[in-house]
């Protein structure tokens, strides 16, 4: 019977891999860029190194590795179709991948025209993924929390590219907007909003699934991403309030949720039955422990004034959130997602079951370990390079190393693909 | 019959290809009892495309009970 099931839901493989190939060289990117800067990038928040290197893991790496598991974790997950799944990623990586350069060349050389050219190409990208995505995600008959955690996170990149627009705009023309408000409430949509809300919801199906732990607790998933969004738009309330204690309260709160999160998912970790210690289980725990450490973090910032007045401790809390949770996160879920569609659309070929090779064979267990760890050097070296600038240059090679050696994972795994693949064609036309 | 496969404690895609097998030798009016603690909708897929019809029922502690049998002609 297995030579002829349809598998015919999943995307072409070619769609998720193209962004997971690109993402991490914005990586390199960013690692070679913090070496040539050296001390002084990571002096605040504000530098044109700092805003830089920001959007480049957050849009370069971030936003394409997100892009590309969306598409394929829609069919897996919730059981939706993404419409035309390669002519949307053709047309939305390039202006992606444009409109990340523009922004970070804007940055850099301080030329804000640039940043006004990066307006339209994101607009035309994010605007065409998420109306693509957010169809499937209305027409599934799916259910669950994962499902609305998703819905949710779309809904938080529109706005966090609507305010990046309003704040590229602000700077080209000149415009008189509250430009730390209005910052501080894109970032808190695009790090909460979108990139913690999209994690969360794919946690609530990929933790107990591959990391056989017990399922999240019906009411922590009913609770965490509706209380998420309405504490998001409690902080965006900062903008029309203008009440000093109000970030603090609500920024506290923020914090608090985003704690819970961490310590659930490191308590299903501890509390498993069958203990797994691969790259993506030890990788989902550095991101918990990289998030808890953000909301403590967070706290002395909003809770002892000597620390919330150094422009270096916005630089930590960022090191720990963009590099420590999501491209933490982001790489354990390559390490898993990449062998799972080899697998998957091996057995597309109609091969028998015992022809196409286990999950195992699709990446080298060892090389996932080695760049795990160089990662987490370098994450190291990255927070102790905001408090001793001497280390930044070396923190800078050590990223650029860790995103280069999971950009030649992934593509090692690609090349396994077509090697499984060329094998069982060559067998099924000269058994 | 039925055959019961405890996909709980499995990493993926092993509790497919297990069910897959076992869909295999199923004769008419047995079917194959799948615990799980998610929704597996590319097995979904493959069950819809392929003359097969599932209940689904979760149980009080996450446990999602997958009953699958051939579909009646």
Same mark, same amino acid.
């Given at each position: 019977?297995?030579?002829?099931?349809? $598998?015919?839901?999943?995307?072409?493989?070619?769609?998720?891999?193209?962004? $997971?190939?690109? *993402?991490?060289?914005?990586?390199?990117?960013? =690692?070679?860029?913090?070496?040539? %800067? =050296?001390?002084?990038?990571?002096?605040?928040?504000?530098?044109?190194?700092?805003?830089?290197?920001?959007?480049?893991?957050?849009?370069?790496?971030?936003? @394409?590795?997100?892009?590309?598991?969306?598409?394929?974790?829609?069919?897996?997950?919730? =059981?939706?179709?993404?419409?035309?799944?390669?002519?949307?990623?053709?047309?939305? @990586?390039?202006?992606?991948?444009?409109?990340?350069?523009?922004?970070?060349?804007?940055?850099?050389?301080?030329?804000?025209?640039?940043?006004?050219?990066?307006?339209?190409?994101?607009?035309?990208?994010?605007?065409?993924?998420?109306?693509?995505?957010?169809?499937?995600?209305?027409?599934?008959?799916?259910?669950?929390?994962?499902?609305?955690?998703?819905?949710?996170?779309?809904?938080? +990149?529109?706005?966090?590219?609507?305010?990046?627009?309003?704040?590229?705009? %602000?700077?080209?023309?000149?415009?008189?907007?509250?430009?730390?408000?209005?910052?501080?409430?894109?970032?808190?949509?695009?790090?909460?909003?979108?990139? &913690?809300?999209?994690?969360?919801?794919?946690?609530?199906?990929?933790?107990?699934?591959?990391?056989?732990?017990?399922?999240?607790?019906?009411?922590?998933?009913?609770?965490?991403?509706?209380? +998420?969004?309405?504490?998001?738009?409690?902080?965006?309330?900062?903008?029309?309030?203008?009440?000093?204690?109000?970030?603090?309260?609500?920024?506290?709160?923020?914090?608090?949720?985003?704690? *819970?999160?961490?310590?659930?998912?490191?308590?299903?970790?501890?509390?498993?039955?069958?203990?797994?210690?691969?790259?993506?289980?030890?990788? $989902?725990?550095?991101?918990? +422990?990289?998030?808890?450490?953000?909301?403590?973090?967070?706290?002395?910032? $909003?809770?002892?004034?000597?620390?919330?007045?150094?422009?270096?401790?916005?630089?930590?809390?960022?090191?720990?959130?963009?590099?420590?949770?999501?491209? %933490?996160?982001?790489?354990?879920?390559?390490?898993?997602?990449?062998?799972?569609?080899?697998? +998957?659309?091996?057995?597309?070929?109609?091969?028998?079951? %015992?022809?196409?090779?286990?999950?195992?064979?699709?990446?080298?267990?060892?090389?996932?370990?080695? @760049?795990?760890?160089?990662?987490?050097?370098?994450?190291? &070296?990255?927070?102790?390079?905001?408090?001793?600038?001497?280390?930044?240059?070396?923190?800078?090679?050590?990223?650029?190393?860790?995103?280069?050696?999971?950009?030649?994972?992934?593509?090692?795994?690609?090349?396994?693909?077509?090697?499984?693949?060329?094998?069982?064609?060559?067998?099924?036309?000269?058994? | 019959?039925?055959?019961?496969?405890?996909?709980?404690?499995?990493?993926?895609?092993?509790?497919? /290809?297990?069910?897959?097998?076992?869909?295999?030798?199923?004769?008419?009016?047995?079917?194959?009892?799948?615990?799980?603690?998610?929704?597996?909708?590319?097995?979904?897929?493959?069950?819809?495309?392929?003359?097969?019809?599932?209940?689904? /029922?979760?149980?009080?502690?996450?446990?999602? /009970?997958?009953?699958?049998?051939?579909?009646?002609?």
């Amino acid at each position: 019977m297995h030579p002829n099931l349809s $598998f015919d839901q999943a995307p072409p493989i070619s769609v998720p891999y193209r962004f $997971f190939l690109v *993402a991490p060289w914005f990586g390199v990117m960013a =690692g070679i860029l913090l070496a040539w %800067s =050296g001390a002084d990038a990571l002096a605040s928040r504000w530098t044109p190194e700092a805003l830089a290197l920001t959007h480049l893991i957050a849009l370069g790496f971030m936003l @394409q590795a997100m892009a590309g598991a969306v598409f394929q974790f829609i069919p897996v997950a919730v =059981g939706g179709n993404v419409w035309r799944p390669r002519l949307v990623a053709n047309a939305v @990586q390039p202006l992606l991948v444009l409109g990340t350069l523009f922004l970070v060349a804007g940055f850099l050389s301080s030329r804000f025209g640039l940043l006004s050219a990066a307006v339209p190409l994101f607009l035309l990208a994010v605007g065409g993924f998420v109306v693509a995505v957010a169809l499937a995600l209305w027409r599934t008959p799916a259910t669950g929390m994962t499902l609305w955690a998703m819905r949710m996170a779309f809904g938080g +990149l529109a706005v966090t590219v609507l305010l990046g627009t309003l704040l590229a705009e %602000s700077l080209a023309r000149g415009l008189a907007v509250p430009m730390i408000e209005l910052t501080n409430i894109h970032l808190a949509w695009g790090l909460g909003g979108w990139a &913690l809300m999209l994690l969360a919801g794919v946690s609530y199906h990929v933790v107990p699934m591959f990391q056989l732990t017990r399922p999240y607790p019906a009411w922590f998933t009913r609770g965490f991403g509706p209380l +998420l969004l309405l504490l998001l738009l409690a902080w965006s309330g900062q903008y029309v309030l203008g009440d000093s204690r109000w970030p603090v309260a609500t920024g506290a709160l923020l914090l608090a949720v985003c704690f *819970a999160y961490g310590a659930m998912t490191l308590w299903l970790q501890y509390t498993r039955r069958r203990k797994i210690h691969d790259a993506t289980s030890l990788y $989902f725990r550095v991101a918990m +422990l990289s998030l808890a450490a953000f909301a403590v973090s967070g706290a002395a910032y $909003f809770l002892i004034p000597a620390i919330g007045t150094d422009p270096r401790t916005v630089v930590w809390l960022g090191v720990l959130a963009i590099v420590g949770v999501f491209v %933490s996160a982001i790489t354990g879920m390559m390490y898993k997602i990449t062998p799972f569609l080899n697998w +998957l659309h091996l057995q597309r070929l109609g091969a028998p079951m %015992s022809a196409v090779p286990n999950m195992k064979k699709m990446l080298d267990a060892d090389a996932m370990t080695g @760049q795990l760890r160089l990662h987490v050097l370098a994450l190291l &070296l990255l927070l102790a390079a905001v408090w001793l600038p001497g280390l930044a240059r070396l923190a800078g090679v050590a990223f650029a190393g860790s995103s280069a050696w999971l950009g030649w994972n992934l593509i090692c795994t690609v090349r396994r693909y077509r090697t499984f693949r060329d094998q069982i064609r060559a067998v099924a036309l000269h058994p | 019959m039925t055959t019961i496969i405890d996909g709980r404690e499995l990493q993926p895609p092993e509790p497919m /290809e297990r069910t897959l097998e076992a869909l295999d030798g199923l004769a008419e009016g047995d079917d194959v009892l799948l615990l799980l603690y998610c929704q597996p909708h590319p097995l979904f897929n493959i069950l819809r495309n392929n003359g097969y019809v599932w209940t689904e /029922e979760v149980l009080p502690e996450g446990t999602r /009970e997958i009953r699958i049998r051939k579909a009646q002609v």
